[in-house]
């Protein structure tokens, strides 16, 4: 029942967000995802570890392919997200944690960041990322 509660909770936030305010869900979820594989990694769930990574690659998927190429940002965060998207790969044949809170840190950078500009554009403000 909770789930489905939740489940129905997202559907409309997602329904009724921005471009802007999916993108930070989707840093967001990739910060979700990073920790539950962190915690069945100590516990050893390396199957369940994968599905949550393969849930981390699809976000940075979609990330790459919502990507607008006229701009000049584009390209470098096309090869950024596409190096995490090969490191969590990587991770999931060595299995060495540090790679996980390496992609981790990663997730939750782009997550303030962009919470933060997103937090600028509505209140006008010009300097709120420095």
Do not use: C
Not at 45 to 70: G, P, W
Not at 79 to 85: P, V
Not at 105 to 130: N, P, Q, Y
Request: charged share 25%.
């Amino acid at each position: 029942m909770q789930n489905a509660i939740q489940q129905q909770y997202l559907k409309v936030q997602v329904e009724t967000a921005s471009p802007g305010e999916l993108t930070l869900l989707l840093y967001q979820e990739m910060v979700k995802s990073l920790l539950l594989a962190k915690r069945l990694y100590s516990q050893q769930q390396f199957e369940n570890m994968n599905n949550a990574l393969h849930k981390v690659r699809a976000i940075l998927s979609e990330l790459m392919i919502t990507l607008n190429m006229d701009y000049e940002i584009a390209k470098p965060m096309r090869q950024l997200y596409e190096f995490y998207s090969q490191y969590v790969a990587e991770f999931m044949i060595k299995r060495q944690e540090q790679m996980l809170d390496d992609v981790l840190d990663f997730a939750r950078g782009m997550a303030d960041t962009w919470k933060k500009a997103i937090l600028s554009l509505k209140t006008g403000e010009k300097h709120v990322l420095t």
